[in-house]
C-alpha cells in the first residue's frame, strides 16, 4: 500500500491579532524576564510618534532599551554589518522589537541571525544553510509588530537583504521566525494610499501562490484561501482608507494567515522575477513588482493548476463558479482590474519603468534568485511551482509580462476617460 506523503504543519510562535494587542509587550517582556531591548523602527514611523506607545510600553515593563532607526526602503548588509549589530552587541540586548514593515523586519532579522558571533548576514543565505541548522552562537529573541499589511514577515522565517554589490538576497531560519508577533490594526491607519497598495498586493501574491505551490498543504492552503476571501473583500476599501478598522482588521487577518502558508509552502515564479525588478534599471517597489508580474505568471501556470485558480477566483469575487464555468483567463481579469484601480506600478508600462527586450530583459535572467529558482526547482529535484520554469520559460513569462502592462496601461486610460 502507497504511503500518504507526511504533511509538516503548525505555528512555531506565539500571535496576538487584534486592536490594542500592541499592549500585550509589557506582558511578554515581564514573563520572558527579557530587561534590555534594542527596539529597530522604520524612521518615518519613529518621528511620526506612531512607535511612542511601544516605547510607553518598554518603559511600563521597567526595561532597558536603545533605538535603531536607520532603516532603508531595501535593507543593506553594509547598514546592518556596520552599524545595527554592532549596537545589538555593545547594549547585549535580550530581545529586539521590530516596528515597521517588511524592510525592518528584515534589518531586525540580519541581527538575529548574526546574533554574537562573528558571522556575516549572507553566511545565512538559502544556498548556504538548511532553515534548521544548529548554530552555536547565541542570538536575541525577537518581537514583531507590522504596521503594514502586506509581507507576512512577522510569521515567517525569510528576509530580503541586499549585499554590497545591491543584489537582494534571501537569508532564511527558523531562528529568524520572531517568537511573538503582535498584529494591532490600528497601526495601519496612517498608511499612504501607494504604500497600503503595493503592501497589500504582495499579501494577495503570498495568499494565491502559496495556494498553488507544490508543497501546500491541507493546513497551508486552509490558510490560503481563507487570506484570499479577506483580501478580496477588503482590498479596494482598505487602500482607499486604512483607517476604517472593519477593513484595515480583515486585512491584517489575510496577511497573517497568508504568512502561515508563506512559512511553510513558500512562493512562486512571481517572486523569482520581482527581485530583479527591484534593482538597475527599474527601483519597483516590491508590491508593485508582484502585481505586474501576477498576470503571466497566472497565465503561464494556468494549465498545471487550473482547479487551484477556479477556487482562488471564487474566494476573491465570492462566486461559487463549477469547474465548466471558469477560465484563468477570468482570475487574470481580476488581477489585471485590481491593478488599475489601485495604480499599481503607476499604471505604467514595463517599458516605461526601463525595460527593454535585449540587455535589461538579459539582466534579469542573470540574476542570482532568477538562477536560482531555475536551479532548484529542476526536474530532476522536487519543483515547487505548478510547472516547471526553465529560463527560457522566465524569459517568455517576462516578456508577456511587457503585454499586459500595455494592457494594465490601457484599461487605465480609459478608465479614466470614462469617468
Not at 534548521?132 to 503594514?148: Q, R, S, V
Request: net charge negative; glycine share 6%.
Amino acid at each position: 500500500m502507497a504511503r500518504i506523503e507526511m504533511m509538516e504543519f503548525g505555528i512555531m510562535q506565539r500571535l496576538f491579532q487584534g486592536s490594542g494587542c500592541l499592549k500585550k509587550i509589557v506582558d511578554i517582556l515581564d514573563n520572558e524576564g527579557w530587561k534590555r531591548v534594542m527596539l529597530i523602527a522604520d524612521p518615518y514611523l519613529y518621528k511620526a510618534g506612531v512607535v511612542a506607545p511601544v516605547e510607553e510600553c518598554i518603559k511600563e515593563a521597567g526595561a532597558e532599551y536603545i533605538v535603531f532607526t536607520n532603516v532603508r526602503p531595501n535593507p543593506e548588509v553594509v547598514t546592518i554589518e556596520k552599524e545595527a549589530i554592532p549596537a545589538f552587541k555593545e547594549f547585549k540586548a535580550d530581545v529586539i522589537i521590530a516596528v515597521g514593515g517588511g524592510s525592518t523586519m528584515d534589518t531586525a532579522k540580519g541581527v538575529v541571525l548574526v546574533g554574537d558571533s562573528d558571522h556575516g548576514v549572507m553566511d545565512f543565505t538559502i544556498d548556504k544553510i538548511r532553515h534548521d541548522e544548529k548554530f552555536d552562537h547565541k542570538m536575541p529573541a525577537m518581537i514583531a509588530l507590522p504596521t503594514t499589511a502586506g509581507t507576512g514577515s512577522e510569521v515567517c522565517r525569510n528576509a530580503v537583504i541586499c549585499d554590497e554589490s545591491g543584489l537582494k538576497l534571501v537569508p532564511s531560519h527558523d531562528s529568524i521566525l520572531p517568537q511573538y508577533a503582535l498584529m494591532d490594526p490600528d497601526l495601519l491607519a496612517g498608511m499612504p494610499f501607494k504604500v497600503a497598495a503595493a503592501t497589500s498586493v504582495d499579501a494577495f501574491t503570498h495568499a494565491l501562490e502559496t495556494l498553488t505551490n507544490t508543497n501546500a498543504n491541507d493546513f497551508t492552503r486552509t490558510f490560503s484561501l481563507r487570506a484570499l476571501e479577506l483580501i478580496g473583500e477588503s482590498i479596494r476599501p482598505f487602500v482607499a482608507n486604512p483607517a476604517v478598522p472593519k477593513w484595515a482588521n480583515m486585512m491584517s487577518l489575510g496577511c497573517m494567515y497568508a504568512g502561515f502558508s508563506l512559512g511553510l509552502a513558500s512562493i512562486g515564479q512571481d517572486h523569482v522575477i520581482t527581485h530583479p525588478m527591484s534593482e538597475d534599471p527599474f527601483h519597483m517597489p516590491h508590491g508593485d513588482a508582484c502585481g505586474m508580474a501576477l498576470p503571466p505568471v497566472i497565465e503561464y501556470n494556468g494549465a498545471g493548476c487550473k482547479e487551484l485558480y477556479r477556487q482562488a477566483y471564487n474566494a476573491v469575487t465570492g462566486k461559487r463558479l463549477a469547474p465548466e464555468e471558469f477560465e484563468v483567463q477570468m482570475l487574470i481579469d481580476w488581477v489585471v482590474d485590481l491593478n488599475v484601480d489601485l495604480r499599481i506600478a503607476d499604471n505604467k508600462t514595463f517599458e516605461e519603468w526601463g525595460y527593454n527586450d535585449g540587455e535589461v530583459l538579459e539582466l534579469m535572467l542573470n540574476h542570482p534568485i532568477v538562477q536560482l529558482g531555475v536551479r532548484i526547482n529542476s526536474p530532476n529535484e522536487q519543483c515547487e511551482y505548478p510547472r516547471y520554469t526553465s529560463i527560457d520559460d522566465y524569459r517568455d513569462i517576462i516578456q508577456r509580462m511587457n503585454v499586459y502592462s500595455k494592457a494594465q496601461a490601457e484599461r487605465a486610460k480609459a478608465k479614466k476617460t470614462s469617468v
